[in-house]
């Protein structure tokens, strides 16, 4: 579990039991732990320095945490701390470290939050829900589902880096036999090369613009969404914070010039509940502390993560 001086706060005492909140609640998980949501953090940039961006995501779980510990308590479902990954070596180790701590959680009956970190965390958390997958539903069609301004499907014939992890991906279900069903909103025209445009149409990538993302277009962005999920039997659902406008979240590795509204986001997430598919896991990637402006981008994955937290698995939010 992370230090116990991250899960600190205000406590309400003259409001009563119900006036509680995460860092009241929060606990480390046992053997014998009813079925939750484990949070788990990815303190790893190694893929944000190969990919040429600027470091500090190493420090966004520890930063996430103190954000999230005094939110205000409205699960029904109790939530884990599985602290940080340690490793030592290159990003494939910390990745191996990732997938191995998520395959243990996922195979527990909980369903992990990764905090990250870098978007390298992608290819260490599939890892670890394949995993699960081939031991515990091998016929299950699995999704992913990336808000991202980036399609993040650079080669990685040079190497692995933040840029590569769902080209890992697509090679690894090419060489298995799975299929590969990956859908990114959020797309930036002015961050992604044609080649990657390229590599993704030859994939057969679902994807939105972020200026097909806006207030005027929720309809047909849902739409699409759904025809999505209508493919698959259960989803990875994973976030960069860089789909959000620079405004909302300054604090990421790569700000976005138009960026997608954080309601939008949030509508998105209400579309997948809505839907009942089940959320196997999911991450929230590139928080970048060192040019974060008044914790903002803190508060912003904070708020996500607790949405998280009541979508993952079965619906578990209190009315």
């Known amino acids: 579990m992370s230090e116990a001086k991250v899960w600190s706060g205000r406590i309400d ?106 978007h390298d965390v992608a290819w260490g958390s599939f890892q670890g829900l394949r995993r699960h997958l081939d031991q515990a539903a091998p016929d299950k069609v699995l999704g992913i589902l990336n808000l991202d301004a980036h399609f993040d499907l650079r080669s990685d014939s040079e190497g692995a880096s933040s840029g590569t992890p769902f080209q890992q991906i697509a090679k690894y279900c090419k060489n298995t036999g799975k299929p590969f069903h990956y859908a990114v909103f959020g797309i930036s025209e002015y961050a992604n090369t044609r080649a990657l445009f390229d590599r993704a149409d030859k994939l057969g990538v679902t994807y939105l613009k972020d200026s097909h993302c806006g207030f005027t277009q929720l309809g047909p962005m849902l739409r699409a969404l759904d025809a999505f999920m209508s493919k698959i039997d259960c989803l990875y659902l994973t976030i960069d914070l860089d789909v959000l406008p620079a405004a909302t979240a300054p604090g990421v590795s790569a700000p976005a010039a138009c960026g997608v509204p954080l309601e939008v986001v949030e509508a998105m997430l209400d579309a997948i509940q809505r839907k009942g598919l089940p959320v196997l896991m999911a991450d929230i990637a590139e928080y970048n502390p060192t040019y974060d402006i008044d914790s903002r981008t803190a508060r912003v994955a904070a708020r996500l993560a607790a949405r998280l937290a009541g979508l993952l698995g079965k619906p578990t939010t209190k009315a």
């Open 13 to 118: 005492s003259a409001d009563g039991p119900t006036a509680i909140r995460w860092h009241q609640q929060v606990r480390a998980p046992q053997e014998d732990s009813p079925a939750g949501v484990s949070l788990i953090g990815y303190p790893c940039d190694l893929g944000v320095y190969i990919n040429k961006g600027r470091v500090g995501a190493a420090n966004g779980p520890d930063e996430i945490i103190k954000a999230l510990a005094n939110l205000p308590w409205h699960l029904s479902r109790p939530v884990y701390d599985c602290g940080n990954i340690q490793w030592e070596g290159e990003l494939e180790d910390a990745q191996a470290a990732l997938a191995n701590k998520v395959f243990k959680q996922l195979q527990a009956g909980h369903n992990p939050i990764v905090l990250g970190g870098g």
